[in-house]
């Protein structure tokens, strides 16, 4: 492949086509990867307590195909184009008119728009690619999280072993930068994790959100991890009160910590470390 080819293909442009369709694919991803890991739980308590599973349709992130959860309708190839379908469609059901979340279009333009920054932040370089899956399961994450207040070890871990081992080609950052990234980045949250739990005796945040902030420093660096934290921190703050405020947060409910680690990862990526360490003063 030339490089007049290759600096097309990995263009803002390109990158934002595929990333609405990636987000597509991520839609179903949020959706149905709890659904099978709740499927599995069930199957494997059964087995262990020697009794009988309801038999249930095969549930994959490919089968069944797509279908209106309210009518059954299927969707076809014309009603899931990423975002444009929306609009064509009114955000309804083509069958029972009932309402399409707007999330759906949302998450296909956030991913567009990643991988166009991403492209722009990196250049017509191959490593932009891998830079959008990292940006991809983030953008999973978050959504699953925020349904579900789980982050799956399906995502969290191999999101962690492809930064390390990213960094050990020499696609990234140095190996001992994005190994002691992650041993920060798990240890930060555990500790906070048993104060808090020492302290008053409940629990503050998952062991997911551990695995997610180490998965960070295995991509970002040592370095990163305080910024990360400082800006998941105070985003997750502001939203969690306008949300008590708004009454949109019931009562004995709690914001998932895990979008906003997400959220600030994605923009320390996007911003660079240099401009990260300078911003705080630190360069």
């Given at each position: 492949?030339?490089?007049?080819?290759?600096?097309?293909?990995?263009?803002?442009?390109?990158?934002?086509?595929?990333?609405?369709?990636?987000?597509?694919?991520?839609?179903?991803?949020?959706?149905?990867?709890?659904?099978m890991l709740e499927r599995g739980w069930k199957l494997e308590s059964a087995e262990l307590l020697g009794v009988a599973v309801p038999d249930e349709?095969?549930?994959?992130?490919?089968?069944?195909?797509?279908?209106?959860?309210?009518?059954g309708h299927q969707i076809t190839a014309a009603e899931n184009i990423p975002a444009l379908s929306y609009l064509w469609l009114r955000g309804r059901c083509s069958a029972c008119k009932v309402h399409i979340s707007a999330r759906y279009p949302f998450v296909e333009i956030l991913t567009g728009v990643l991988f166009a920054l991403i492209g722009w932040r990196?250049?017509?370089?191959p490593v932009a690619l891998l830079w959008c899956a990292f940006a991809a399961v983030l953008v999973a994450l978050a959504g699953i999280d925020w349904d579900t207040t789980l982050l799956p070890d399906n995502l969290t871990l191999p999101l962690l072993w492809a930064g390390l081992v990213a960094s050990l080609l020499g696609w990234t950052i140095p190996l001992a930068d994005s190994l002691w990234g992650a041993v920060a980045g798990y240890l930060s949250l555990w500790t906070v994790y048993w104060a808090?739990?020492?302290?008053?005796?409940?629990?503050?945040?998952?062991?997911?959100d551990f695995k997610l902030l180490a998965a960070l420093g295995a991509w970002l660096g040592l370095k990163m991890i305080l910024p990360i934290v400082l800006a998941a921190s105070v985003i997750g703050a502001v939203i969690g009160i306008g949300m008590k405020i708004t009454g949109a947060l019931r009562e004995g409910r709690y914001v998932p910590f895990g979008p906003f680690l997400a959220g600030a990862g994605l923009a320390v990526m996007l911003a660079g470390q240099?401009?990260?360490?300078?911003?705080l003063g630190w360069a």
């Open positions: 492949m030339d490089a007049q080819t290759a600096g097309f293909l990995l263009s803002p442009l390109v990158l934002a086509l595929l990333g609405l369709c990636i987000g597509s694919f991520l839609n179903v991803v949020i959706h149905r990867l709890p659904l349709p095969a549930l994959s992130l490919a089968k069944p195909r797509s279908r209106c959860p309210s009518c990196f250049g017509a370089v808090f739990k020492l302290t008053t005796g409940k629990e503050g945040m998952g062991f997911g240099t401009r990260v360490l300078g911003w």
